[in-house]
């Protein structure tokens, strides 16, 4: 259902929205970034600039690239994916899955660098680092920067500065420059404004009803903002309808949930065993930040934010628990 089901603010209507958008970009707004490098986003939203793509592709027909950690459905809620070329760094058997190595996303981008020009998007930052290292990680941007010199093709590497070290900010910031995306006023995504509204992908397996033990969240104390602990749900339970409900629960809290796409596509065994590993990972996240907050208030408010943004990833969760049990211990 589109977005615009009721009046957005101001009382600007969608259109009146969009030909500010192409106003702007008339104006010089949308510029493009220089050719031939490697540029780092710092960007606390990481959907927000993938309406900035959708603008170029469709204003300056612009060859937009895009190597994310959404599903084909979730990326195409922000761009219309016909319109660019995409890969779902993914373990999944899909199409339009590659595997999340570093190797394999150079590999593709070296070869679609070598003809015609274009931007390259490659999100999933935090989640690459965390996979593999930050210093491969900076190897692999080097490598790029090499390859990319002299072409007419350049490549973004969005990321939050909280999922980040100081350190490891200041030696990625030298390898890629900062590159600032402009913002146009909208948080609506383009895509529904361009053309039809996008669908969520209808699930054609036969489904049973929805059976899950104690609907009702266990919740933990109330100070833990809108972080909850729900009910386990059996295996007896667990049908597409089940998990893709309870993806939802965990993406409206906030956590990055996507690996857990591959369940639809894997035999039951496999996807429930999938279900329960992200499962206690968040239960993990869920007492971390109870823990957190007890940071907090003793005046760790940095560190507090920075573990808060990757327990939300799910992510580094054994250093930042050895970390909070340093802290919380008295020994700091």
């Avoid at 930052?125 to 002299?150: K, M, N, P």
């Avoid at 100070?223 to 409206?252: G, N």
């Avoid at 940071?295 to 799910?314: D, P, Y």
């Avoid at 050895?322 to 700091?332: P, Y």
């Amino acid at each position: 259902m589109s977005n615009w089901s009721h009046p957005p603010p101001n009382g600007l209507s969608a259109v009146s929205i969009l030909h500010s958008m192409m106003t702007k970009a008339r104006r010089g707004t949308l510029s493009l970034p220089l050719t031939g490098r490697v540029f780092s986003v710092v960007t606390e939203e990481p959907r927000e600039p993938l309406h900035w793509l959708a603008l170029l592709e469709h204003e300056l027909s612009t060859n937009v690239v895009i190597y994310s950690r959404l599903s084909p459905q979730r990326l195409g809620q922000h761009i219309k994916l016909n319109r660019i070329e995409f890969k779902w760094l993914s373990e999944n058997m899909d199409a339009h899955a590659l595997s999340p190595s570093l190797e394999r996303i150079h590999h593709a981008i070296s070869t679609r660098i070598s003809t015609d020009q274009g931007i390259i998007w490659v999100d999933g930052v935090e989640y690459l680092i965390h996979r593999q290292g930050f210093d491969a990680f900076l190897s692999f941007t080097r490598s790029l920067a090499d390859e990319l010199s002299g072409t007419d093709w350049t490549v973004l590497l969005p990321y939050s500065p909280l999922s980040l070290e100081p350190t490891e900010i200041a030696h990625l910031r030298r390898e890629a420059i900062p590159f600032s995306i402009p913002k146009f006023g909208s948080s609506e995504p383009v895509a529904e404004i361009l053309d039809e509204p996008q669908k969520e992908p209808v699930i054609t397996e036969a489904i049973a009803p929805e059976i899950v033990e104690h609907e009702e969240p266990l919740l933990i104390p109330p100070t833990v903002d809108k972080l909850k602990l729900l009910s386990t749900i059996s295996k007896a339970s667990f049908t597409p309808a089940v998990l893709s409900r309870r993806i939802e629960q965990w993406t409206d809290m906030g956590f990055d949930v996507s690996e857990l796409e591959y369940a639809f596509h894997a035999d039951k065994e496999t996807g429930y065993s999938l279900y329960q590993e992200v499962e206690e990972r968040i239960r993990r996240a869920v007492e971390c930040e109870r823990r957190i907050q007890i940071i907090e208030i003793r005046g760790h408010l940095v560190e507090a934010t920075k573990m808060r943004f990757r327990i939300m990833q799910l992510t580094g969760l054994d250093s930042i628990e050895a970390r909070l049990d340093e802290l919380l211990s008295g020994a700091i």
